[in-house]
């Protein structure tokens, strides 16, 4: 079965750069989220997409913004990077229409800010 | 503020069985999952109560009581590949936004 897809697997920038992630979410999925997770925490909510409009926003720093195209895949655009950013980034979709209580995640993108 | 709590870490033998415990305060409440990761890997799920009582899953098994703010997980006969992270987390509206707990780090030993 498809999985959710996310691009790149690794990516090292220097402070103050900007990074772009990418994610595809299994097809027929409408809803994306996604998350950052720095090492020994659990998974921080940033924004989630349904049906590509905002649905909800956590914590994401003003610096980062997100959207969902018109083909559902999702991007995850980061500027003015600091160190502490680097982190796990995490994509998950769902089918919230059908009731979609299960998120399934990408493998994550791995963020290092140097 | 919204807070979900669970032990920090648990050690359990091979072959035996574990519960991981979650209490959880939070503004609003669509169900209990819970989440599996092993280290430098995705979260996986693993089961959702919506409702009060006991779901199973094979070898897992999840509770929820509303009332009382708590749910667990159970894992049965424990096997090596099941050392891993665990992570309660609340669906506190209607998009399943989910507010996650810190994690359990589930030791096995043989």
């Known amino acids: 079965a498809a999985g959710v897809i996310q691009s790149p697997r690794h990516l090292i920038k220097e402070k103050r750069e900007t990074a772009t992630l990418k994610c595809y979410p299994i097809p027929r999925h409408d809803t994306v989220y996604w998350y950052q997770q720095g090492p020994g925490q659990d998974p921080q909510f940033l924004i989630s997409f349904y049906e590509k409009m905002q649905s909800d926003k956590g914590s994401i720093p003003d610096r980062f913004s997100a959207q969902q195209f018109s083909d559902y895949h999702s991007e995850l655009n980061m500027s003015s990077l600091e160190l502490g950013d680097s982190a796990l980034y995490f994509c998950?979709?769902?089918?919230?229409?059908?009731?979609?209580?299960?998120?399934?995640f990408g493998p994550g993108t791995r963020l290092t800010v140097l | 503020g919204q807070s979900l709590e669970q032990p920090s870490e648990v050690t359990a033998v091979e072959g035996a069985i574990v519960q991981i415990n979650c209490t959880y305060q939070t503004s609003g409440f669509y169900g209990l999952s819970w989440y599996q990761q092993h280290d430098g890997g995705a979260p996986t799920f693993l089961s959702y109560?919506?409702l009060d009582g006991l779901e199973e899953t094979g070898r897992f098994s999840s509770f929820l009581s509303r009332s009382d703010s708590y749910g667990y997980l159970l894992l049965q006969e424990l096997q090596m590949k099941d050392s891993a992270s665990y992570f309660c987390?609340?669906?506190?509206?209607?998009?399943?936004?989910?507010?996650w707990g810190a994690g359990t780090k589930l030791i096995i030993k043989p």
């Open positions: 987390a609340v669906a506190v509206d209607s998009n399943y936004q989910l507010i």
């Open positions: 109560n919506g």
């Open positions: 998950a979709s769902s089918f919230l229409t059908s009731g979609g209580n299960t998120q399934y």
